[in-house]
């Protein structure tokens, strides 16, 4: 019974964070309409980083801390700030052009090319399921791109750099996969945001010399949303599942990320819910559900040591 109660909590806890990703990407899409996109991304990780980072020192919500040696802080600078600011800059770039739903739902593709980049990377054998999940995740790519390319109004810059978003997403989870050999999942996060941050903000300050920064209310209140519910609070529910149930079974959850953040900037930014996004949905989720399957049955046919 008590189990039953846990994993509820966790799956609930899983739910709202979804909510929180909604609405971060829904309001980073209206941030992005009045501030420089790389001061909106660099100024938030910047603050995330930093508070997270303050939650770790002065608690042990996420275990002890780890001062990290001289050389992990080299790889994570290089290998996480780096790969995590080239990501929010194509992610807020893209907010621009095409709708918060339609770059949402490009990053619920990254599972699958992260099971593509493996096979290549590290010479896993691909089986038909991995196959069929790829090309059922590319044709929903397809389905949202061929407006662009059939010269409609959908902007085709936009749905490229929401492509390119998600595979470097795709790659900035790789690299924070390899510096958690070291650190927990939330030191990795706090120290590659607030990195992020800092190699960001000499392009930031350009673009506040450029063009200027409104600030009132409103824009602020958004902004301290993204860093705490967006940053904070969705990181450490996403952290907490992860503690308890396998990864495959949490990222499962990322189907409903596209749906949170299409349902978030229907109501708040009036963005349509288009046919062909509804179908580019399906096959792509599909395709993920299919691509973890494929990663499931790998991991329990590996003999235990």
């Not at 008590?2 to 709202?16: D, Q, T």
């Not at 790519?141 to 595979?167: D, F, H, I, Q």
């Not at 949905?281 to 395709?287: F, M, P, R, S, V």
Request: charged content about 10%; proline content about 4%; glycine content about 10%.
């Amino acid at each position: 019974m008590l189990k039953g109660k846990s994993n509820a909590s966790l799956a609930a806890g899983l739910v709202f964070a979804v909510a929180l990703w909604g609405g971060n990407n829904a309001g980073t899409k209206w941030l992005v309409g009045s501030w420089p996109p790389i001061w909106t991304g660099g100024t938030r990780f910047l603050c995330a980083g930093l508070l997270l980072l303050a939650v770790l020192r002065v608690t042990t919500w996420f275990g002890e801390y780890v001062v990290p040696s001289r050389e992990l802080s080299r790889a994570l600078w290089l290998r996480g700030g780096l790969s995590l600011a080239a990501y929010i800059v194509v992610f807020n770039f893209a907010l621009r052009y095409t709708s918060a739903s339609h770059v949402a739902l490009y990053l619920g593709s990254s599972p699958v090319w992260a099971l593509l980049w493996e096979t290549f990377s590290e010479r896993i054998k691909i089986g038909w399921v991995r196959w069929g999940a790829a090309l059922l995740a590319l044709s929903g790519v397809a389905v949202l791109l061929m407006p662009a390319l059939a010269g409609s109004t959908v902007n085709l810059t936009g749905e490229l750099l929401g492509l390119t978003t998600s595979v470097l997403w795709t790659n900035y989870g790789r690299q924070s996969r390899k510096l958690s050999a070291t650190l927990n999942g939330a030191e990795v996060s706090a120290h590659t945001m607030w990195r992020a941050g800092a190699l960001l903000m000499p392009l930031a300050l350009v673009e506040v010399a450029q063009h200027g920064v409104p600030i009132n209310a409103k824009l602020l209140g958004v902004q301290g949303y993204c860093i705490i519910a967006g940053g904070v609070m969705a990181f450490a529910l996403w952290n907490r599942a992860l503690g308890q149930w396998p990864a495959s079974r949490v990222l499962l959850f990322n189907n409903l990320i596209p749906v949170s953040t299409m349902t978030w900037a229907h109501f708040c930014l009036d963005e349509p819910v288009t046919p062909t996004f509804l179908v580019a949905l399906g096959l792509i989720a599909l395709g993920v559900l299919l691509g973890q399957l494929a990663a499931s049955r790998i991991v329990r046919s590996e003999p235990e040591l």
